[in-house]
């Protein structure tokens, strides 16, 4: 496990993102990515939910020569050392929308990126469709769709996979609420919750949908528990499942795996992650420890089936392999961490409040932190890509 990235592009913006798009340039050497960020401000300054526009160079092949002795990295990400590193990466800011305080979380409808679902300080859950706002903010709030039901805030927000104008969030009031969109009146646009499931003792910190099944929901909260829920069941105030055993502290976050089918994860601030196999709960199937504070953001990577990335309060975003589980290491390496530690990104130096692999550069990730700092960086592939990588390059300098 090494901590270089190829580089990184970092901005004053925070709090909540989330890569949704990217724009190929097929004359250009560079792509153009959409990112959606919330804002969390103070003094009473004004906050919104803004759309930003990354440029980031293409990816070019390393080279033997472009390997810098002093970083331990082979060519350069947005104006490295590289002699072949390319243009520059750029953000810019292209929306501004105003929005009724911070913005505890946001995220766009994989249906449609230009749906946007926030969650306010107040308990309610805005809903904006982007294309109906101007780039510059008017100076007053005017959300397409108000969601009223939680009676405090929350930070779990979920859109369904499946089923478009549907979503999940989950808040400090203890419930988990559904909402369906495609019962919304023009003459009203505010909206109540569906259904609204009262399973946990205490705050629910997060609710997410399976990728594969649309029924299936997972939970996480602070009274320790995970639990399981089946929207086709009529009860709503217990789970079809409940694991009580798995955390010693307050789980904050929960990732069913997209490809795998039963495998999911849970964090916590017990400072580890749990992996589930979700047809056999009664224990877990291995615990991940390498953070050294609690673990608020969990999200598996795009296309590598066994890769999970984990947030922190200690600063770091760390890639987990799962299929290096169990294996082998020498002394040296085991003070590098366990097998299965693949990366860790050190770049912060606050609090990470959000990270999200780009799933059209699947390497590409932003990352955001508590003191106003946004960063989009990618893992150098000499390392966590080694094994694929084009045998020119000579393995010794592969494992700087």
Known sequence: MVDHDEDMSESRYQEDEEMEQKIINE??????????????????????????????????????????????????????????????????????????????????????????????????????????????????????????????????????PHEAGKLATAAEDNTVQLWDLNAFQKTNRVLDPARTYTHHSAVVNDVQYHPMHGFVLGTVSDDLTLQILDTRKDFSDRAVQTVSDGHRDAINAIAFNPKAETLFATGSADRTIAIWDLRYLKQKLHTLEGHHDTVTSLEWHPTEEYVLGSGSYDRRVIFWDLSAVGEEQTDEEKEDGPPEMLFMHGGHTNRISDFTFNKNDPWVVCSAAEDNLIQVWKPSMAIVMKDHLDDDVPNDELEQ
């Open 27 to 160: 004359d250009k050497d560079y792509s153009t990515h959409r990112l959606l960020i919330g804002t969390h401000t103070e003094g009473g300054a004004s906050n919104y939910l803004q759309i930003a526009q990354v440029q980031l160079p293409n990816s070019q092949k390393p080279r033997v020569e472009d390997y810098d002795e002093e970083t331990g990295e082979i060519g350069g990400y947005g104006g490295g050392r590289s002699k072949n590193s390319g243009p520059s990466v750029k953000f810019t800011i292209i929306q501004k929308i105003d929005h009724p305080g911070e913005v505890n979380k946001a995220r766009y409808q994989p249906q449609n990126p230009n749906m946007i679902a926030t969650m306010c300080t107040d308990g309610k859950v805005m809903i904006w469709d982007r294309t109906k706002h101007q780039s510059v903010p008017p100076g007053y709030v005017n959300p397409q769709i108000e969601l009223r039901g939680h009676k405090r805030e929350g930070f779990g927000l979920n859109w369904n």
